[in-house]
């Protein structure tokens, strides 16, 4: 198993440009998230999916759209980067049932480090 | 509001001591607490998860202890190998509100040989 996959890793936008952050896993999770990390903060959910076709909003929504039309995918959608949008962005999946209340931890995939100028 | 704060933000010891890595929640209601292992350049890779009723959690050199009472945790590493060198975050789980998981800012560890 590949586990969560993240694509590209790293990425240099100008304020105002779009782009999508891709998020694929393979273990059948239902559960897929987005975060940002940045410095001196904890991770932050951006947006949840917890089966294909249905996402709700987390913490820090704004400026980002999510879609999950398949178990595997979940892309992030910047519309219009902004340098405040400047950050590393994790993609985490599990299965649903285990989140909050079970013993089967998120899987991480490794980031995409963004810069937006 | 619920919080997870983290004790030291940071540390450096040599090669083959131990250390503690502290972590007080005021998150309510609790389902269970995680700690997690970040490599530079790398996602958070998870260590354990203790859920209410456990006091004492180890995976290999890694201890993790909670006192649900006191809302602390601690992860004791032994032996410490240059391999330690990472960020350790606390992670703790409810089950109601929109963030059902709360980070801490963690621990940035150096084993230096």
């Known amino acids: 198993n590949a586990g969560v996959t993240q694509t590209p890793k790293f990425q240099v936008l100008k304020t105002g440009q779009s782009m999508t952050l891709q998020c694929a896993q393979d273990?059948?999770?239902?559960?897929m998230s987005w975060y940002r990390q940045d410095p001196g903060m904890g991770l932050r959910l951006i947006h949840y999916s917890v089966g294909a076709g249905i996402t709700d909003q987390g913490e820090v929504p704004n400026g980002y759209n999510v879609s999950r039309s398949t178990t595997e995918d979940f892309p992030l959608r910047l519309l219009s980067a902004a340098p405040s949008q400047t950050s590393v962005y994790f993609c985490a999946s599990s299965y649903y049932s285990q989140v909050p209340r079970g013993n089967s931890p998120l899987h991480f995939g490794n980031g995409t480090r963004l810069t937006v100028t | 509001k619920n919080q997870v704060e983290q004790s030291p933000q940071s540390l450096i010891i040599l090669e083959g001591k131990n250390c503690t890595l502290q972590?007080?929640?005021?998150?309510?209601?609790?389902?269970?607490l995680r700690w997690y292992k970040q490599d530079t350049g790398r996602g958070p890779v998870s260590l354990t998860i203790?859920?209410?009723?456990?006091n004492t959690k180890s995976n290999g050199r890694y201890t993790a202890t909670l006192d649900a009472d006191t809302k602390q945790s601690s992860l004791h590493i032994t032996a410490s190998q240059l391999s330690d060198s990472a960020s350790y975050i606390c992670?703790?789980?409810?089950?109601?509100?929109?963030?059902?998981?709360?980070f801490g800012t963690g621990t940035r560890l150096q084993v230096f040989p």
């Open positions: 992670v703790v789980s409810s089950p109601r509100g929109t963030d059902k998981l709360i």
């Open positions: 972590c007080n929640y005021t998150v309510s209601p609790f389902s269970n």
């Open positions: 273990m059948n999770h239902e559960y």
């Open positions: 203790m859920t209410f009723s456990e």
